[in-house]
């Protein structure tokens, strides 16, 4: 049992996002106590001075939720299940396919087993408030559920879902009322505001060395962008132009959106949107806040905080 718990644990560091969780053999949900609210479908963003994250969520089945995390450049991908116990909502997420594991050989995979990990979920509106409670729960005595220990007391529960049910019950009242915050992220422009930048493409470089080669996909409305910093180091995109207001604004996708994604109506709810100030004689880009594009649909003025952002990139288009 403890060599299968290394190998339950290592595939949580790799695949999870999300530190201070307790990976659970087991799932918390069973048949009787799946239920599914379309308000949850949507993107919602936490913010603060040290930390940005993106949950999204959409639908995969009658009962089942395809939940993207993204902080930062590192995404997560889960299948994840809302359940109720006593009333109280409850969120089980189980790893997806990750880009993490793709450079991964099958003989390593192989012997990677997937975890469950479990928060209390409380959705207001626009508004959305998670709780990852097993660890305080747990932190006074362990033994309350079955576990195995392994690498420095690392805990891997391995109750039946009968039995996490049953303790997440009889603790609730434990649970800390306040959680991580999310506010729901709104859809700032359609299909009919796209328009296709043909001059955008190519490759750019700034006096720094940075580089942006930027070439077309789909059907002449889309683009698939590198970005190689000054340390070689790549980052690849999607992405696509939209009219807001007087704004040329590049809708920017970390991944490229799944038919899930499609499906559940996000096509048109970016990571992040960026200015295009200029293009000719150099590209000028920089990075506009969702909370500025809103204002900037509400007609009101750019803040003073985006208006003294730095430069995302500027450059020369290369011969």
């Given at each position: 049992?403890?060599?299968?718990?290394?190998?339950?644990?290592?595939?949580?560091?790799?695949?999870t996002v999300?530190?201070?969780c307790?990976?659970?053999?087991?799932p918390?949900?069973?048949?009787?106590?799946?239920?599914?609210?379309?308000?949850?479908?949507?993107k919602?963003?936490?913010?603060?001075?040290?930390?940005?994250?993106i949950?999204?969520?959409?639908?995969?089945?009658?009962?089942?939720?395809?939940?993207?995390?993204?902080?930062?450049?590192?995404?997560?991908?889960?299948a994840?299940?809302?359940?109720e116990?006593?009333?109280k909502?409850?969120?089980?997420?189980?790893?997806?396919?990750?880009?993490?594991?793709?450079?991964l050989?099958?003989?390593?995979?192989?012997?990677?087993?997937?975890a469950?990990?479990f928060?209390?979920?409380?959705l207001?509106?626009?508004?959305?408030?998670?709780?990852?409670?097993?660890?305080k729960l747990?932190?006074?005595?362990?033994?309350?559920?079955?576990?195995?220990?392994?690498?420095?007391?690392?805990?891997i529960?391995?109750?039946?879902t009968e039995?996490?049910?049953?303790?997440?019950?009889?603790?609730?009242?434990?649970?800390?009322?306040?959680?991580?915050?999310?506010t729901?992220?709104?859809?700032?422009?359609?299909?009919?505001d796209?328009?296709?930048?043909e001059?955008?493409?190519?490759q750019w470089?700034?006096?720094e060395?940075?580089?942006?080669?930027?070439?077309?996909?789909?059907?002449?409305?889309?683009?698939?962008?590198?970005?190689?910093?000054?340390d070689?180091?790549?980052?690849?995109?999607?992405?696509?132009?939209?009219?807001?207001?007087?704004?040329?604004?590049?809708?920017?996708?970390?991944?490229?959106?799944?038919?899930?994604?499609i499906?559940?109506?996000?096509?048109?709810?970016?990571?992040a949107?960026?200015?295009?100030?200029?293009?000719?004689?150099?590209?000028?880009?920089?990075?506009?806040?969702?909370?500025?594009?809103?204002?900037?649909?509400?007609?009101?003025p750019?803040?003073?905080?985006?208006q003294?952002?730095?430069?995302?990139?500027?450059?020369?288009?290369?011969q």
């Amino acid at each position: 049992m403890k060599a299968n718990t290394k190998k339950i644990l290592l595939f949580c560091i790799i695949a999870t996002v999300i530190t201070g969780c307790i990976p659970s053999l087991h799932p918390l949900y069973n048949d009787q106590t799946l239920i599914f609210d379309e308000a949850l479908i949507g993107k919602w963003m936490f913010k603060d001075k040290d930390d940005v994250q993106i949950w999204q969520f959409s639908k995969a089945g009658e009962k089942e939720y395809e939940l993207r995390i993204l902080q930062g450049e590192k995404e997560g991908r889960f299948a994840a299940h809302l359940l109720e116990l006593d009333g109280k909502t409850y969120l089980d997420l189980y790893p997806a396919e990750n880009k993490t594991m793709e450079n991964l050989n099958d003989t390593y995979k192989m012997h990677l087993v997937s975890a469950h990990t479990f928060l209390k979920l409380d959705l207001n509106g626009q508004n959305l408030k998670i709780n990852w409670f097993m660890n305080k729960l747990l932190e006074n005595d362990p033994n309350q559920l079955k576990h195995e220990k392994v690498n420095d007391d690392k805990i891997i529960l391995t109750a039946s879902t009968e039995e996490l049910q049953r303790f997440v019950i009889e603790h609730s009242k434990e649970i800390d009322p306040n959680g991580t915050e999310f506010t729901k992220m709104e859809q700032f422009f359609t299909k009919e505001d796209v328009i296709f930048e043909e001059k955008l493409l190519g490759q750019w470089q700034s006096e720094e060395g940075d580089k942006i080669f930027v070439k077309n996909i789909g059907d002449n409305n889309g683009y698939e962008i590198t970005y190689a910093g000054c340390d070689e180091k790549e980052i690849k995109i999607t992405a696509i132009t939209a009219k807001i207001r007087d704004l040329t604004m590049l809708a920017v996708y970390l991944s490229e959106p799944t038919d899930n994604e499609i499906e559940s109506g996000q096509e048109y709810l970016p990571d992040a949107f960026f200015n295009i100030e200029q293009i000719e004689p150099k590209l000028v880009l920089r990075e506009v806040d969702y909370e500025d594009v809103a204002g900037i649909l509400q007609g009101c003025p750019v803040s003073k905080s985006h208006q003294e952002n730095v430069f995302f990139f500027v450059g020369s288009l290369k011969q």
